[in-house]
């Protein structure tokens, strides 16, 4: 069983639509967990940065954490076709490297 | 931009080969970290280096060395070249050795073994 799970989809959306991005993980030793997106043959970019269970909001898109659950989100509102990316999860603690998830391709269609 | 530049951008070479990737991390950032991505795969950790120290290293065989400089830019080493190297290398760069640390990636060398 991997660390961390990440449905591969590909995810289709229409624009204008709220996005659910999710990822579990089995490992509690985690206590930083990231957004990044990544579009195609580009690295990947920081979007999200939670160290706590909750919320946290920047314009659009909005991270969730549940250490109880080990279950982390992305939710991104009004999708726009420039979110049509690859979204991947990652996750740390301490001296431990980013463990990444397998990645979401989203497609938001105009 | 996130002033993380990798060199090459593409490459090309042939099993058995050695290769050299090189990375120039953020303008202030002592940590390196390399990592390995395949095709529709997250990235994998290769390995840290915190001014100019391995402080870290995944599940990779020794023919994949690594080096950084008092310039905090780093170098990636790949000797005896398999098929399955084939993959895009990310160079990413923070300030202080934990993963708590912002990390920023550059754009990645992909490499193609044939």
């Known amino acids: 069983q991997k660390e961390v799970e990440q449905d591969p989809g590909p995810l289709s959306v229409p624009e204008g639509a709220i996005v659910s991005l999710n990822c579990t993980y089995s490992?509690?030793?985690?206590?930083?967990f990231m957004w990044y997106r990544q579009y195609s043959r580009k690295g990947p970019e920081l979007l999200m940065y939670t160290y706590s269970s909750g919320n946290k909001e920047d314009g659009r898109f909005t991270a969730q954490v549940d250490k109880s659950s080990k279950y982390i989100s992305l939710f991104i509102r009004d999708s726009q076709p420039s979110d049509s990316a690859t979204y991947l999860c990652?996750?740390?603690?301490?001296?431990?490297?980013?463990?990444f998830g397998s990645g979401t391709r989203l497609q938001v269609q105009p | 931009e996130t002033g993380v530049t990798q060199s090459p951008t593409h490459l090309i070479k042939t099993r058995g080969q050695q290769v050299t990737l090189r990375c120039s991390s953020q303008s202030g950032h002592n940590t390196v970290s390399w990592y390995q991505q395949a095709l529709g795969q997250g990235p994998q950790f290769i390995f840290q280096y915190y001014r100019e120290e391995e402080n870290g290293r995944g599940n990779f065989p020794p023919r994949f060395s690594g080096l950084q400089f008092p310039n905090y830019s780093s170098e990636l080493n790949v000797n005896a070249l398999e098929l399955d190297d084939s993959a895009l290398y990310l160079c990413?760069?923070?300030?202080?050795?934990?993963?708590?640390?912002?990390?920023?990636f550059g754009e990645g060398s992909w490499l193609t073994v044939v």
């Open positions: 490992n509690s030793a985690f206590q930083y």
């Open positions: 990652a996750m740390g603690g301490g001296r431990r490297a980013l463990t």
């Open positions: 990413a760069s923070s300030l202080g050795g934990s993963s708590g640390n912002t990390i920023y």
